[in-house]
Nanobody
């Protein structure tokens, strides 16, 4: 069983930076790939979650959506059982609830392939 808890969301202005954190409770956290998804206002089902970034269990491989590539950076610290998402040059269209999710070893961009989810943290970017 893996429990994930996000933190770090908030209200910022366009161009600002924000860092999200995902803390895990799993004893074998290093066996899990972790991804960040976001859900824009008004889109409820799991299938509407947009893949943002992912990192493999080892941290050696990362993937980003085209919309955030070059602005966001995902990283992990297995000793501290945390995954971070550094978000720079934020835009109003980045406004969403950001959730971290875990699955064994490899990254997937499909939310239905993740078994473990955090509760989400709100990020609001004003223009």
């Amino acid at each position: 069983q893996v429990q994930l808890v996000e933190s770090g969301g908030g209200l910022v202005q366009a161009g600002d930076s924000l860092k999200l954190s995902c803390a895990a409770s799993a004893r074998t956290f290093s066996d899990y790939a972790v991804a960040w998804f976001r859900q824009a206002p008004g889109k409820a089902p799991v299938k509407e979650r947009e893949f943002v970034a992912g990192i493999t269990w080892s941290g050696n491989i990362t993937y980003y959506s085209d919309s955030v590539k070059g602005r966001f950076t995902i990283s992990r610290d297995n000793a501290k059982k945390t995954v971070s998402l550094q978000m720079n040059s934020l835009k109003p269209e980045d406004t969403a609830v950001y959730s971290c999710a875990g699955r064994p070893y490899t990254i997937s961009s499909y939310p239905y392939e993740y078994s473990y989810w955090g509760q989400g943290t709100q990020v609001t970017v004003s223009s």
